[in-house]
C-alpha cells in the first residue's frame, strides 16, 4: 500500500531510509579529507531527518503488513527542494514539483516499491497542476538512474549539484 506517512511512524521511516542509503554511504574508514567527511555525515543526517520536511513536504511510504518498506519526500510545485549543502545552485524552477530521498529497505527491493513510489509523486505532481517533475540522485546511484531513464525521466545536467569533489548529483526531469 502506499500512503501518507503516519506521525508515529517517523522513526521508522528514518531506519528504513538508512538501510536503503547506507550502501551508498563511504565507509568509516574510506580516505577521506574533513570536508567530505563533514559532506557525508550531512547528507546522512538529512536522509534521516524526516520530520524536518514535513512543513512543506508530503511524505509518502509503501507498507506491507503494517511494515513500512520504502518512503520518499515529495515537493508539491512552490514549496522549495532543500538540500544540505553550501554549494551555490540553481533551484529547479518554482512551478516544478519535485521528490527526493526516495528508499527501499534492502530486503524489500526487486518489488517494483521504488518505481511505485515515484508513480505516486507523478500521480500528485499532476494533481497539483505541476507541468514537470524534478529529481535529483547520486551519480552513483546506478539502479535509481537507469529506473528513471526506463521510466521516461530524461537528465537535467543545468540543475546539477557538485556538492563534494568527485561527487556528482545527477538531476533529472519528467515533463507531465
Given at each position: 500500500?502506499?500512503?501518507?506517512?503516519?506521525?508515529?511512524?517517523?522513526?521508522?521511516?528514518?531506519?528504513?531510509?538508512?538501510?536503503?542509503?547506507?550502501?551508498?554511504?563511504?565507509?568509516?574508514d574510506?580516505?577521506l579529507?574533513?570536508?567530505?567527511?563533514?559532506?557525508?555525515?550531512?547528507?546522512?543526517a538529512?536522509?534521516?531527518?524526516?520530520?524536518?520536511?514535513?512543513?512543506?513536504?508530503?511524505?509518502?511510504?509503501?507498507?506491507?503488513d503494517?511494515?513500512?518498506?520504502?518512503?520518499?519526500?515529495?515537493?508539491?510545485?512552490?514549496?522549495?527542494?532543500?538540500?544540505?549543502?553550501?554549494?551555490?545552485?540553481?533551484?529547479?524552477?518554482?512551478?516544478w514539483?519535485?521528490f527526493?530521498l526516495?528508499?527501499?529497505?534492502p530486503?524489500?527491493r526487486?518489488?517494483?516499491?521504488?518505481?511505485?513510489?515515484?508513480?505516486?509523486?507523478?500521480?500528485?505532481?499532476?494533481?497539483?497542476?505541476?507541468?514537470?517533475?524534478?529529481?535529483?540522485?547520486?551519480?552513483?546511484?546506478e539502479?535509481?538512474?537507469?529506473?528513471?531513464?526506463?521510466?521516461?525521466?530524461?537528465?537535467?545536467?543545468?540543475?546539477?549539484?557538485?556538492?563534494?569533489?568527485?561527487?556528482?548529483?545527477?538531476?533529472?526531469?519528467?515533463?507531465?
Amino acid at each position: 500500500m502506499i500512503r501518507e506517512a503516519r506521525a508515529g511512524e517517523f522513526d521508522e521511516v528514518a531506519a528504513v531510509l538508512q538501510a536503503a542509503y547506507e550502501e551508498h554511504m563511504p565507509s568509516a574508514d574510506a580516505p577521506l579529507s574533513d570536508r567530505e567527511r563533514a559532506g557525508w555525515a550531512g547528507y546522512g543526517a538529512d536522509i534521516i531527518d524526516v520530520r524536518s520536511r514535513l512543513d512543506h513536504t508530503e511524505l509518502i511510504v509503501a507498507e506491507e503488513d503494517g511494515r513500512v518498506l520504502g518512503a520518499v519526500t515529495f515537493y508539491p510545485p512552490h514549496s522549495g527542494v532543500h538540500y544540505p549543502t553550501e554549494v551555490d545552485h540553481q533551484d529547479f524552477p518554482p512551478e516544478w514539483a519535485a521528490f527526493r530521498l526516495l528508499g527501499v529497505h534492502p530486503d524489500a527491493r526487486g518489488r517494483g516499491l521504488g518505481r511505485k513510489l515515484t508513480e505516486e509523486c507523478l500521480r500528485r505532481a499532476a494533481e497539483h497542476g505541476a507541468p514537470v517533475v524534478g529529481l535529483h540522485t547520486l551519480s552513483r546511484m546506478e539502479t535509481a538512474g537507469k529506473m528513471y531513464v526506463r521510466m521516461g525521466w530524461v537528465r537535467a545536467p543545468e540543475w546539477d549539484i557538485h556538492p563534494l569533489p568527485n561527487l556528482r548529483v545527477e538531476a533529472y526531469r519528467l515533463d507531465l
